[in-house]
Every structure is written in C-alpha cells, then in structure tokens.
C-alpha cells in the first residue's frame, strides 16, 4: 500500500489506544489485520475501538500487533511512495519503503495477534440502523457540553441515548445542569421483546471522539449488539 494510505489509517486507530506509562502494553498497541479485503488497523483502550481500512495488495493474509508510536514515526520516516508490510518469523515486522532508490527497511518486535484485547467479543447480531451522520452529530454537539469531566462518576460521565419510537433522545448531566435534545431518525421496527437495545451510555470519550468522525455528507450506521455500539 502507500505511505499516505498507512498515515490516514494509523491516525484514527492511534486515537482509541491508550496513553501513558501506566497504560496496558496491548492497549498501547495497533492491530494489523491484512486479508483478501485489504489491510485494517485497529486501536483499543477498551472503551473506545476504531479500525479503520486501507487498498493494499496482500500477498498473504496475516495479523499482528506493533506498538502504535513506533509504527506511526516508523512509517513517518518513509519518503512518499509505497510501502511494504511483512510479518517475519518471532513477531517481528519488518517495514519496507517502496520508494525509488529507497533503503528504508526497518523491523520492528511486535506481538500474537492472539493478544490483542477484544479481538472477536463483539457479538454478531443486532438490528442496524442508517440516518446521516451530521444529524447524530447536531444531538452530540448540543449534549457533550454538559457532561461531568469527572470519570469517577461514571454513572453521569457519560451521554445517555434512547429510542422512543421514531424519536432519538440525548440527554447529559454534571450533577448541576442537564441537557436534553431529541430528533426523529429512521429506525427499523424493533420485536416487542427488545426493550434492552433501545438504549445506552456512551463514555464522553468515545462519544467526543465519535461525534469528530460525523462529517456532512456522510451516513452513519449504528448496531447495538450486547453491551457494544457499533458506528460505521
């Protein structure tokens, strides 16, 4: 794939994962899965996970797991062009600029992809909803205001969203104030049994965060399945 590609990839994946010294090691990690689709890049800090896909030709179809910042200053040091991704043996990965006249070739020790926290416990299943993503965004920007910057509420650190029929409410709170927005959006019909979907909290990061990726023009498909929320 190129380098431009990679970047694009690596800067939203980059922002899910967790900082600092005391941070998990796996959770300071990106997963790269390569298969017949593509390449994915996905970070975690267990609250929040984003994978995000770039065209790339696989060779042969594998995953890994590589410290985010040595990834990305890695593939920052590439001059423009492409770039070429491969698994050795004991984890390593090794980084090739594909440049003309390039000599870039890195390796970097990574980790089982077997490791990575996560992997495969969203469930399948859940009905899936499409509206445009600014109208998600307009509930967001109207709610995130009033959120409690405390996290050790996390009972009111967060963004509440419930479906009333066609309706969507958002609704925020710091203990002293509290915001409510609310907005039709276009929602298959649920069973009658399926009261435990219609609602959920969102962390305020994971929601900031969200509500930064609703561009205009764009749509937005969201799927509650257990005690997960997938936004596409």
Known sequence: TSKSDILAALAPATSATARGSKADKMQSCILINADRDGAHFTGTDMLLTITARVGATVNIPGDLCVPAGSLQRIINTCPSGGVSLRRLDNNYLEIKSLAPKSKVLVKVQGYPASDFPLRDVVPDGGQVASFPAAHLRRLLDATLYAVSGEETRANICCIHIEREGATVHVAT???????????????????????????????KRPATVLASYLTDGADCEVRVSGKFAVFT
């Open 173 to 203: 709170t710091d203990g002293h104030r509290m915001m409510h927005a609310a907005m039709p959006l276009a929602f298959p019909e649920l069973p009658a049994d399926a009261r435990e979907v219609q609602s959920l909290n969102l962390p």
